[in-house]
Nanobody, 120 residues
Framework: QVQLVESGGGLVQAGGSLRLSCAAS????????MGWYRQAPGKQRDLVAV???????NYADSVKGRFTISRDNAKNTVSLQMNSLKPEDTAVYYC??????????????WGQGTQVTVSS
């Protein structure tokens, strides 16, 4: 059993900042990629940022230079620092992790989602 628990969403004015955090717990042997996706109303879920266990990162073009993803491998956590937020960043943000469990099964896991609303 694996759980991803997110925190840090909320309401912020355009130009402001928020930090999202996600903690993975349960029967974890190791974690490969961790990342964040977002889904706006009526739209598909899109990648925001991803980070590998080695620290390599990839960002959506729309957030490059504004968002920074980081992780703590010892604590099984991933964070997303979001600066210079825009109204178009408004969405539900989902934590994602590709996890190898203690029964040596690799699967993708998702958090419950946290709402980020940016007012203009």
């Amino acid at each position: 059993q694996v759980q991803l628990v997110e925190s840090g969403g909320g309401l912020v004015q355009a130009g402001g900042s928020l930090r999202l955090s996600c903690a993975a717990s349960g029967s974890i042997f190791s974690i490969n990629a961790m990342g964040w996706y977002r889904q706006a109303p009526g739209k598909q879920r899109d990648l925001v940022a991803v980070i590998t266990s080695g620290g390599s990162t990839n960002y959506a073009d729309s957030v490059k230079g504004r968002f920074t993803i980081s992780r703590d491998n010892a604590k099984n956590t991933v964070s997303l620092q979001m600066n210079s937020l825009k109204p178009e960043d408004t969405a539900v943000y989902y934590c994602y992790a590709r996890i190898v469990t203690t029964v040596v099964r690799t699967a993708s896991y998702w958090g419950q989602g946290t709402q980020v609303t940016v007012s203009s």
